[in-house]
């Protein structure tokens, strides 16, 4: 977080003074009845001086529930504090609501951030009188946006979010909310889900990333459109992991066939394993590469998915290590596509 609150470009969010709880078609995205639900106080340390907190506290909610609190004290300078939710898998919804009240607050900035690492900056001019008012904000997208595609468009599903408080008022600030939510986004009637990977993941309710070194994968390109992440055992860039939107229940399928498109580059080798009802990492089998130099596609039909995120938090990886063969490839790997299937 490095931009001054006060020149976030302003998008336009809707406010009313009626307050109500989630419906339960929403997605929870944080109540505070108990804990802080996954949210944490960021200091906004780049620029020196602010102090805060973020706490869950007992009967400051909406019909006196638990409340997330947000205290800024800005007396000795800096620029904002705020409260930042990361979400993986990402979180299935196409809007945000709260309810919110503040004190000596005039406005304050939500952050949101998409699939490619891309962030919407959200201004909101807020009147502190005391009552609780309804926050919504019906799009992601807007004209103040960085990081990631860098597009201005709005990719996947969210990554995280962040809600700030800050100048231009200055001094000591607070900021109580409930109720953080957000409508869920309408998911395809098909049974098919894919990941187009490159600069910019192309997702369709299945999502990848590296997994133990969480760096952005070397890039080779496949034609003029599309490029492949690439392996990197000397990066730790080991696997690529799979996560299936949670909403698809596997409890009933007969099975699911997971087709990858890679380049037949060298003399290696790459595996598959996945989150099945036999264990959490079992291991389907082994595709050789041929060195041919083209790009193939390889299919495993998988009788016994699971996918309930047991692997890491995911449902399945691909990669260079074989448990079968206890051994890493001697060539890295290029994937440029991967699909599922529901059976």
Known sequence: MNTHLSSIIACILLIFTVTGSISAKDVDLGNFDNDKDGWAYYGGWEFAGASGSFEMENAVGVKDSGGGVLKGDFTNGGSYVAMTRNFWPPAPVENISFDAKGENINGFGIRVRDITGQTFQHKLEFVSDGNWKKVSLDSFECESFFGGAKDGKFHGYVTQISIMIGKPRGGVMKLTVDNIGGKEDKLSSSSTFSADLGEIQKDKGLYMRTGDNPKRPELVEKDKKSSGWK?????????????????????????????????????????????????????????????????????????????????????????????????????????????????
């Open 231 to 343: 392996t990197s055992q000397q990066e730790k860039v080991i696997y690529f992991y799979g996560n299936i939107d949670d909403r698809i229940s596997w409890t009933k399928a007969k099975g699911a066939e997971i087709t990858v498109t890679y380049l037949d580059s060298g003399n290696g080798y790459f595996s598959l394993q996945y989150d099945s009802k036999e264990s959490k990492a079992k291991e389907y089998g082994i595709i050789n590469l041929a060195d041919s130099g083209k790009w193939k596609k390889a299919s495993f039909k998988i009788a016994d998915p699971k996918f309930e995120n047991n692997l890491n938090g995911d449902d399945f990886r691909i990669g260079v290590w074989s448990s079968d063969k206890k051994s890493f490839s001697p060539a890295e790997i290029v994937i440029s596509k991967v699909e599922v299937k529901k059976k």
